[in-house]
T-cell receptor, first 113, second 109 residues
């Protein structure tokens, strides 16, 4: 692995289903982030983690949960997907906090029907 | 509320110079970033300004005025590959990044 990876690349999901988006980084970065990107709205922070074992809520956390059991992995779970969660999801990491450069994964395109 | 404003779209000619402006109103300021995002791809880092003034990096330069809540990204000698969206983001008092909606730059031959 080189950098930050996400899986799946894309997914079509029925409303009401549970879904976990995976994110893994090999840069030993302390901070990790989940964003959603919708046309015309820019990137919006869903959840973040400043270090393993801690998480925090961003601008749009409702309907999403995260965990940070170790430094490398930061999965995002949609407990019961709704159509408004149709979006492109980006995971990112930075060495320490948001004053450091964030490195982004390739994104997951999620469609909820 | 917190707000980042950028033009939605700009058009420029190959070989020319273009300036993309960003104004911000945030609770606190811990630095301003510019990222480039090609269509269908992830954002990639271009520049970071925390002090007033101009930072130059090859064909790209970024300027910051904290007193005016203003930044610009200057792209020189435009190439077709510079066609992309340019995202302005500010690190606020909680050390969270607040993102603008991005400026789509179209380069014409």
């Amino acid at each position: 692995i080189a950098g930050i990876t996400q899986a799946p690349t894309s997914q079509i999901l029925a409303a009401g289903r549970r879904m976990t988006l995976r994110c893994t980084q090999d840069m030993r970065h302390n901070a990790m982030y989940w964003y959603r990107q919708d046309l015309g709205l820019g990137l919006r922070l869903i959840h973040y983690s400043n270090t393993a074992g801690t998480t925090g809520k961003g601008e749009v956390p409702d309907g999403y949960s995260v965990s940070r059991a170790n430094t490398d992995d930061f999965p995002l779970t949609l407990a019961s997907a709704v159509p408004s969660q149709t979006s492109v999801y980006f995971c990112a990491s930075s060495r320490r906090d948001s004053t450091d450069t964030q490195y982004f994964g390739p994104g997951t395109r999620l469609t909820v029907l | 509320g917190q707000n980042i404003d950028q033009p939605t779209e700009m058009t420029a000619t190959e070989g020319a110079i273009v300036q993309i402006n960003c104004t911000y109103q945030t609770s606190g300021f811990n630095g301003l970033f510019w990222y480039q995002q090609h269509a269908g791809e992830a954002p990639t880092f271009l520049s970071y300004n925390v002090l007033d003034g101009l930072e130059e990096k090859g064909r790209f330069s970024s300027f910051l005025s904290r007193s005016k809540g203003y930044s610009y990204l200057l792209l020189k000698e435009l190439q077709m590959k510079d066609s992309a969206s340019y995202l302005c983001a500010v690190s606020d008092s909680n050390y969270q990044l607040i993102w603008g909606a991005g400026t789509k730059l179209i380069i014409k031959p």
